[in-house]
């Protein structure tokens, strides 16, 4: 049987897994997270968030007060894998939400991002949409020819949240876990490599200042951004 060469990867090395470093823009720093820098705080911005809607899909959370979340960021700050930043405000220099790489496989070039619990402060703000841009950048330029976003079927706003940044959708495993005692069916979403110059782009665009006005709003969408003058989102 003959080879198909067009699979051939002889030119791919595998990356390094991501390290305990910050990641910079200009909405928001992404800090290796730490129980000493980030829980007090986070814990006071998650708090904010008093129905608990912000943990509902998430196998941990709500938090009965800051030492029970302290302990569970304690726990956390250090593991390798998932590997878990604070997302820290730029203007005011306050943690306000929480984001991870996980299931970090450099031998396929694969990484995930996830357990992205983002409090009230953080939800529908620059901040939030470049983080996720910084940690796929960073995934991308490190190697990795995979980047993952899964999420809980029934969970409608991350479902947007992965079509608005440039996931493709993959399919459903049903019955993929117990979560909180209930089923969980999981949405798989990736873009690949060859997709990212066009996702990055739309990011940059998006981001560029010129797209914001005096008050802060977009004026392109970012969907509108990835479109190619005569093309396809």
């Given amino acids: 049987m003959l080879v198909d060469e067009s699979i051939r990867l002889d030119a791919w090395r595998s990356p390094a897994a991501p390290g305990r470093f910050a990641l910079t ?24 968030d008093a129905d608990g809607r912000m943990w509902e899909y998430l196998a941990y959370g709500p938090f009965a007060d800051s030492t029970a979340y302290r302990a569970w960021v304690e726990g956390m700050e250090l593991s390798r894998d998932p ?36 409090s009230p402060r953080l939800q529908r703000t620059p901040a939030a949409t470049e983080a996720m841009y910084l940690m796929m950048r960073h995934a991308f330029d490190l190697g990795y020819r995979r ?3 899964k999420c809980n079927a029934g969970n409608a706003r991350s479902r947007a949240a992965a079509a608005r940044l440039g996931f493709t959708y993959e399919g459903l495993f049903r019955q993929h876990m117990v979560v909180k005692g209930r089923n ?30 005096a008050a802060g709003s977009q004026r392109r969408d970012l969907a509108d951004c990835r479109r190619r003058e005569g093309g396809a989102a």
């Fill in 184 to 213: 969980r069916d999981t949405a798989w979403y990736s873009i690949i490599d060859a997709e990212w110059p066009r996702v990055r782009e739309g990011f940059e665009r998006w981001l560029d200042p010129a797209n914001f006005d």
């Fill in 83 to 118: 590997l878990f930043f604070a997302i820290v405000e730029v203007a005011s220099g306050l943690p306000v939400g929480v984001a991870s790489y996980l299931r970090i496989d450099p031998p396929n070039g694969v990484i995930e991002v996830g357990h992205l619990a983002y």
């Fill in 147 to 149: 980047y993952e976003w």
């Fill in 25 to 48: 823009g200009r909405f928001c720093r992404l800090e290796p997270l730490t129980a000493a820098r980030h829980a007090a705080a986070l814990h006071a911005a998650n708090s904010l």
